[in-house]
């Protein structure tokens, strides 16, 4: 099995891609959160 090299600009360009891709991920996750917070609370209140 090879194992592949990657340059010190690989490893930083991958590292803020896996960067960017949690915080759009997390921003989902409370996105969604907030939402069904919303639903059950305007849903009870009617």
Do not use: F, I, S
């Given at each position: 099995m090879d194992v592949v090299?990657?340059?010190?600009?690989?490893?930083k360009s991958r590292r803020n891609r896996n960067v960017a891709l949690g915080l759009?991920?997390?921003?989902?996750?409370v996105l969604f959160y907030a939402i069904t917070i919303v639903k059950f609370t305007s849903g009870h209140m009617g």
């Open positions: 090299k990657l340059t010190e600009a690989q490893r759009v991920l997390g921003g989902l996750v």
